[in-house]
């Protein structure tokens, strides 16, 4: 199991998103759309991506997570969840960070550069 892998399960057991939304990420709805690899993407009456299929939703969030790595090697944890679940939406991206940095066994602090290169 990849690294990539163990933060994705561990960002979508803390989310325990809606199964019907296929979406294991809890991911907003993208105003800019989504490639055609996604297929027909759906936004629920509260915001939210809704995919046609688990593996289509999986597949959605393992590359939004790995695109933000590559483009914020430098990004802790903490910064991470910061901007991927705001604490103006209500979150606590404190305690976001620190709960699925201790599942991929890591401080919150880890820059997520040196987590997925690991």
């Known amino acids: ?12 057991t803390f989310e325990d998103a809606n ?4 979406n294991p990420g809890n991911t907003r709805f993208s105003p800019v759309g989504y490639l055609p690899k996604y297929g027909t993407v759906t936004c629920n009456a509260h915001g939210f991506a809704v995919f046609q299929t688990d593996q289509l939703g999986w597949e959605y969030l393992e590359n939004l997570v790995h695109q933000r790595a590559v483009l914020h090697p430098t990004w802790t944890f903490y910064d991470f969840f910061s901007n991927y679940a705001p604490s103006a939406d209500g979150n606590d991206p404190e305690h976001y960070a620190e709960t699925v940095a201790a599942d991929c066994g890591v ?12």
């Not at 199991?1 to 979508?12: G, R, S, V, Y």
């Not at 199964?19 to 296929?22: D, G, K, L, M, V």
């Not at 602090?109 to 690991?118: E, V």
């Open 1 to 12: 199991m990849t690294n990539l892998n163990i933060f994705c399960k561990a960002l979508a």
């Open 19 to 22: 199964p019907a939304n296929h």
């Open 107 to 118: 401080p919150a602090t880890t820059a997520l550069g040196a987590y997925f290169q690991a």
